[in-house]
């Protein structure tokens, strides 16, 4: 069995490690990226984070922690671009990769990590011209998404499910969160069983860490009387925070005089389809009469989010599929409750320490929650449950797993490459330089 990899090429073409999580593209798979390549580098492993380029001002390589650097690629104008049209930047985007790489010695990568379908896409053939193996990570994937497509929002397009089932193809593993996507990894794009790996993503159990409810309360201004519901993540169709909106309604219409105490507050910004209506969540709760109720607020940094999560009662959850669910496991680890839909990898990120919901009906959401805030035991029971549910998938347990499938790729990778030499050449004449 080979040792570590000496070093790791990460792709993340569509959103930047050194972005702000919860607007635009930014969101779990960037803080999956942050803290693994920050592991990993603490085991020796240096890594390279392949992103693209949006802005003049930024250097082409930026260093993020001892033994991780951000490698900057041009490709297309320096401006956000929406993922769907980055795939015409896909071929600059290599050829700006490839360069890194022709300018290093052989062999200098042991491994690509690619993130996300059109990071894949580039990792297939940086990979191949290192001679490098290939793992593949999906974060979401458009055949489970295109199941579960929320109202007012629009399908993945076919090109999004031929380039992820090429993706599959290529990579010598490919990375799960759960059982779950595993089992859809399989079924869905015909991935090999002994080609999937389950390595759930992890939490910062340094900064998400339990502490008093009244103090996070006073750290941001918050009446320290009165219940809070949570939102957090990006707002667009696809995570549903519109639920949360409409269970403020109907615990209003249930309870008048909950109107004076009760606080909802919403953590995220416009991204995906949300883009095109940004203020639509602000409209809704004017319109349903709850805008004095509901609080928008910006993404903010992870330790005042850690704040956020303290001062809550409940988190809520209510995205119409998630690969995993970041924000479940790092509410847990600050001993929140979580209320979260029972779909994708939610039932794995929350296990037994919150409650599950079928569906996306406002009635089930606000029964649920309606029960939990009055029954105060039982969310002291769920946040004490949480806290050693999360403990168990620290960043680090998740980055000694990857290590485990990088050795496995690297090896099957260096087995396979002499069969196909040897194909190759009984297949034509060896070329003489």
Not at 327 to 333: K, R, W
């Amino acid at each position: 069995m080979p040792g570590d990899p000496r070093r790791v090429a990460m792709l993340s073409v569509h959103t930047s490690p050194l972005d702000q999580p919860g607007t635009g593209d930014a969101g779990g798979l960037n803080v999956y990226v942050v803290e693994v390549a920050k592991e990993l580098a603490a085991r020796g492993t240096e890594v390279d984070i392949f992103t693209r380029r949006t802005s003049a001002d930024l250097p082409m390589v930026a260093p993020l922690a001892p033994g991780v650097r951000v490698r900057h690629v041009a490709a297309g104008p320096y401006e956000g671009l929406p993922k769907e049209e980055l795939v015409g930047q896909l071929c600059a985007f290599a050829a700006g990769t490839l360069r890194t790489g022709l300018a290093a010695e052989p062999g200098h990568y042991d491994l690509v990590h690619s993130h996300y379908w059109l990071s894949g896409q580039v990792g297939w053939l940086a990979a191949d011209r290192w001679g490098a193996a290939l793992v593949h990570t999906m974060h979401t994937m458009a055949r489970v998404k295109n199941q579960h497509v929320a109202d007012g929002d629009v399908p993945e397009p076919s090109r999004r499910e031929i380039g992820e089932a090429q993706v599959v193809e290529a990579a010598d593993r490919l990375v799960a969160n759960t059982q779950d996507e595993a089992r859809d990894l399989v079924e869905l794009y015909a991935a090999p069983p002994a080609k999937v790996s389950v390595v759930p993503p992890g939490v910062d159990l340094r900064t998400f860490t339990p502490g008093a409810r009244e103090a996070a309360r006073q750290a941001l201004g918050l009446p320290v009387d009165g219940p809070l519901l949570l939102f957090v993540g990006r707002i667009q169709p696809l995570k549903a925070p519109d639920v949360l909106v409409h269970v403020a309604a109907e615990l209003i219409a249930r309870d008048p005089a909950r109107r004076a105490r009760l606080s909802v507050a919403v953590l995220g910004g416009p991204s995906g389809t949300g883009l095109a209506r940004p203020h639509d969540l602000e409209e809704l709760a004017a319109g349903l009469g709850v805008a004095d109720v509901v609080r928008f607020l910006r993404p903010v940094a992870r330790p005042t989010l850690a704040d956020w999560y303290r001062a809550a009662d409940l988190v809520v959850v209510p995205s119409h599929t998630e690969s995993f669910g970041l924000v479940a496991i790092e509410a847990q680890a600050c001993g929140t409750p979580v209320v979260a839909a029972d779909v994708g990898g939610l039932p794995t990120a929350v296990g037994d320490a919150g409650v599950l919901v079928q569906g996306h009906a406002t009635k089930d959401w606000a029964d649920a929650i309606e029960a939990l805030l009055g029954d105060p035991e039982r969310r002291a029971a769920l946040g004490a449950r949480g806290v050693a549910h999360a403990a168990q998938f620290g960043w680090g347990a998740t980055t000694e797993r990857l290590l485990t499938v990088y050795r496995q790729a690297i090896l099957e990778r260096a087995v396979s490459l002499p069969d196909a030499a040897a194909g190759l050449a009984g297949a034509r004449p060896a070329l003489a330089w």
